[in-house]
């Protein structure tokens, strides 16, 4: 599966590169490369975009210019979507289209919060010492099936990348074009960019740290709506929002 992916991928320059040797951070030459472990539900995902416009390319671009139409908010929207359009929401938070991420997030609030208080969305600032995985030998070893290869992202564009290897679109998780329109506004912002891959994961690596506790929340509250999975690793999403200010490594990942 592995060259059977880096086959579609013949429009960019990947890689191969043995798990062993897998380091982080991993040596940049000229450009960023994204760590891709393949899989065969990866594999079949970008198979069926291939046949989607007739060429795995074809349909990239396509999905690349609706997802520039999209704003951090229109993708946000859509991560959340599987709850909030199956709920029913006070007049207040609708139509959905025209909420802003704040509000997208007092719905989300009020939704998890109808029956009890939850402690986790908690927002008081704790200290925390917590680590989320980096792309190593050891991370990439757990979850290999057929190796890995380096694929080489466009220069500027790397939020990109969820469109071209495009996971995602299953369960809860978001659709590529969706998560590439995220990446995007983080990467304008924090200078997020994605450094690996695997069928149910994104580890992205910060540029900047946010650096007031407010913009900590703001921006740990809208990790929340694009992957709700975000907070398993921490008790509350003050603490997370604690470990944005200290930490660059971001990750996510879905069932």
Same mark, same amino acid.
């Given at each position: 599966?592995?060259?059977?992916?880096?086959?579609?991928?013949?429009?960019?320059?990947?890689?191969?590169?043995?798990?062993?040797?897998?380091?982080?951070?991993?040596?940049?030459? !000229?450009?960023?490369? /994204? +760590?891709?472990?393949?899989? =065969?539900? #990866?594999?079949?995902?970008? %198979? @069926?975009?291939?046949?989607? $416009?007739?060429?795995?390319?074809?349909?990239?671009?396509?999905?690349?210019?609706?997802?520039?139409?999209?704003?951090?908010?229109?993708?946000?929207?859509?991560?959340?979507?599987?709850?909030?359009?199956?709920?029913?929401?006070?007049?207040?938070?609708?139509?959905?289209?025209?909420?802003?991420?704040?509000?997208?997030? !007092?719905?989300?609030? /009020? +939704?998890?919060?109808?029956? =009890?208080? #939850?402690?986790?969305?908690? %927002? @008081?600032?704790?200290?925390? $010492?917590?680590?989320?995985?980096?792309?190593?030998?050891?991370?990439?070893?757990?979850?290999?099936?057929?190796?890995?290869?380096?694929?080489?992202?466009?220069?500027?564009?790397?939020?990109?990348?969820?469109?071209?290897?495009?996971?995602?679109?299953?369960?809860?998780?978001?659709?590529?074009?969706?998560?590439?329109?995220?990446?995007?506004?983080?990467?304008?912002?924090?200078?997020?960019?994605?450094?690996?891959?695997? %069928?149910?994961?994104?580890?992205?690596?910060?540029?900047?740290?946010?650096?007031?506790?407010?913009?900590?929340?703001?921006?740990?509250?809208?990790?929340?709506?694009?992957?709700?999975?975000?907070?398993?690793?921490?008790?509350?999403?003050?603490?997370?929002?604690?470990?944005?200010?200290?930490?660059?490594?971001?990750?996510?990942?879905?069932?």
């Amino acid at each position: 599966m592995n060259q059977d992916m880096r086959s579609l991928l013949r429009d960019y320059e990947t890689t191969p590169v043995e798990i062993n040797e897998i380091t982080y951070p991993a040596p940049q030459n !000229a450009g960023h490369s /994204l +760590l891709v472990i393949p899989s =065969e539900n #990866l594999l079949e995902m970008m %198979e @069926e975009t291939a046949e989607e $416009e007739g060429s795995f390319n074809a349909t990239v671009q396509n999905n690349i210019a609706e997802s520039a139409q999209l704003t951090l908010a229109d993708g946000l929207r859509r991560s959340i979507a599987w709850l909030l359009e199956y709920n029913e929401l006070p007049a207040e938070y609708q139509p959905l289209e025209k909420l802003s991420t704040d509000q997208l997030y !007092a719905a989300y609030r /009020l +939704l998890q919060e109808s029956e =009890e208080p #939850l402690d986790m969305l908690d %927002e @008081e600032m704790v200290a925390t $010492e917590h680590h989320l995985p980096v792309p190593d030998a050891n991370w990439a070893e757990y979850r290999q099936e057929d190796g890995a290869f380096w694929l080489k992202l466009p220069q500027g564009r790397e939020y990109e990348a969820p469109i071209i290897i495009p996971m995602g679109g299953y369960n809860e998780c978001p659709m590529p074009e969706v998560q590439s329109a995220v990446f995007r506004a983080w990467q304008q912002q924090y200078d997020a960019l994605p450094i690996a891959v695997s %069928e149910s994961t994104w580890i992205l690596r910060a540029g900047r740290r946010p650096e007031t506790d407010a913009d900590a929340l703001m921006l740990a509250r809208q990790h929340l709506l694009f992957c709700p999975y975000v907070l398993e690793s921490f008790d509350t999403l003050g603490e997370y929002a604690s470990y944005l200010k200290q930490q660059d490594i971001w990750y996510f990942w879905w069932d």
